[in-house]
């Protein structure tokens, strides 16, 4: 059974840096992509980035993007998100999910790790 673990999540102030990772068990070849999401209190869950497990194409939201970096490790079966310059409004708890594609539906999702980003 395929399962996503997230981990990696904490209390950063403003400015630095925390890299997360996404532990994946049971990943079949039908699915290529993996992707990082958020959501805030109170708002609605975001797409942050993803990757291609296979060609490692990377694709990012216009508010991430030149701050974080995602990237894979195929060995490990983990992806990792490497979040640079982070800002209050970075907050929230971050997930990872499994997809056949970056733009198609996501199947699968971790439990989330939180990221709260304050002084």
């Known amino acids: 059974q395929l399962q996503l673990v997230e981990s990696g999540g904490g209390l950063v102030q403003p400015g630095g840096s925390l890299r997360l990772s996404c532990a994946a068990s049971?990943?079949?070849?039908?699915?290529?992509?993996i992707g990082w999401f958020r959501q805030a209190p109170g708002k609605e869950r975001e797409g942050v980035s993803c990757i291609s497990t296979a060609g490692g194409t990377t694709n990012y939201a216009e508010s991430v993007k030149g701050r974080f970096t995602i990237s894979r490790d195929n060995a490990k079966n983990t992806v990792y998100l490497q979040m640079n310059g982070l800002k209050p409004e970075d907050t929230g708890v971050y997930y990872c999910?499994?997809?056949?594609?970056?733009?198609?539906?996501?199947?699968?999702w971790g439990q989330g790790t939180q990221v709260t980003v304050s002084s």
């Open positions: 049971g990943l079949t070849l039908d699915y290529d992509a």
């Open positions: 999910a499994v997809a056949r594609l970056c733009v198609l539906p996501y199947d699968y």
